[in-house]
């Protein structure tokens, strides 16, 4: 069960957050985008489980336009619906799993017992990276239109998506306390900003610790997740 779980969690994941471009997001009210987003959600996962399993992967696509389209012409964009939204999805992965624990291991992929932990390792970066710069971006936005000081496009985001990154190496490697050096140098680094623009260093004092958080979280969920998969022996075995 876990490792179909696993597998979903991992082709979700790149269906949502890496396949699904901002094209296709900023023209998702058009019906033929939100189909070929299912699409690619079916794809994705009869790719990572191995199988075809047409009624329940199709079924699972089926919910994931459904969610995606409550989301879509009834929601406004921001953070808690943002939430709302993946909940609900992971929901459908773990329903699936349960009814169909077994689609992982009549997969062509059974044999291969350590791809569900590289599949639980992946997915994790690409919510920690990802996902997580989403979620920022929509904590942030009621702050966006603030006056701030310049930086170069797309700054902001990029260091995110590298601070972000980096806590998530290093708890898969068993050094947390690197995180604190990483603090620091942030700290030491943005000193002038914050000094000297009270708006910017709430920004980014909310910002940070926002991005600190998301990593911190996803990257331990993923260490747990990875302690009930073969061990890939270059991780710790436990959180």
């Known amino acids: 069960m ?31 985008i939100i189909l ?57 992965l773990i329903a699936l799993a349960l009814y169909a624990p077994d689609l992982w291991a009549h997969g062509i992929w059974a044999n291969y017992t350590w791809l569900s932990s590289i599949f639980a390792l992946l997915a994790g970066l690409f919510v920690t990276t990802r ?29 995110g998506t590298l601070e972000r990154s980096l806590i998530f190496l290093l708890v898969m490697v068993g050094q947390p306390a690197g995180i604190g ?4 140098a942030k700290s030491v680094l943005r000193f002038d900003t914050t000094s000297q623009h009270q708006s910017a260093g709430e920004y980014v004092i909310i910002g940070t610790l926002a991005s600190f958080g998301w990593a911190l979280a996803t990257s331990y969920a993923t260490l747990t997740l990875m302690r009930y998969l073969p061990p890939l022996g270059i991780l710790p075995v436990t959180p």
Do not use: C
Not at 2 to 30: C, G, N, P, S
């Open 131 to 159: 996902a997580g710069g989403f979620a920022i971006a929509f904590l942030m936005a009621p702050w966006s239109s603030a006056e701030l000081p310049a930086g170069l496009p797309n700054g902001g985001a990029l260091i």
């Open 36 to 92: 070929l987003h299912g699409v690619i959600v079916l794809l994705t996962a009869q790719a990572a489980l191995g199988t075809v399993a047409a009624s329940e992967v199709l079924a699972l696509a089926a919910a994931h336009l459904l969610i995606d389209a409550i989301k879509t012409y009834t929601l406004p964009r921001g953070l808690w619906p943002f939430l709302a939204d993946q909940a609900a999805h992971i929901a459908t």
């Open 2 to 32: 876990i490792a179909t779980f696993t597998a979903l969690l991992f082709a979700h994941v790149l269906a949502d957050f890496v396949l699904q471009t901002k094209w296709m997001v900023a023209r998702k009210r058009e019906p033929q």
């Open 181 to 184: 050096f990483l603090i620091a």
